[in-house]
């Protein structure tokens, strides 16, 4: 999956952007990462997303079909650094249930993206 010159491989986090001033390049450890779950998938109806924050900051994490529309938003707010969960009941935004086929997760930490692959089946 391609998007803006950035590669995605749907089962890792792949792209880590460098940041522009130097005071905000020693506030990134190295190796840090945003660790993207889910289960069960394949899902129906439901489907568990388990995502870790690395440093505090604010978190989107966004459902998108297979032509690159955003379907849902999950998250858009402010998390500390931790661990978190949250359910997509298989609805879109209006309250929808969608059909069966691939979705994307994209999960955004400040300058961090990483991108999950789920398939709903019904």
Do not use: C
């Not at 905000?24 to 129906?44: G, I, K, R, V």
């Amino acid at each position: 999956f391609a998007s803006l010159g950035h590669i995605y491989d749907f089962t890792k986090t792949l792209e880590k952007e460098q940041p522009t001033e130097p005071s905000l390049a020693t506030e990134l450890a190295p190796n840090s990462t945003l660790l993207l779950q889910t289960y069960p998938n394949p899902f129906n109806p439901e489907t568990t997303i388990k995502y870790t924050v690395p440093q505090s900051g604010r978190v989107r994490l966004n459902i998108y079909n297979i032509q690159g529309q955003v379907i849902r938003t999950l998250v858009d707010a402010e998390r500390a650094s931790g661990d978190y969960q949250i359910r997509w009941d298989g609805r879109d935004a209006r309250g929808l249930a969608v059909g069966s086929g691939v979705y994307l997760l994209r999960i955004r930490v400040g300058e961090g993206t990483a991108v999950k692959k789920i398939m709903l089946l019904k």
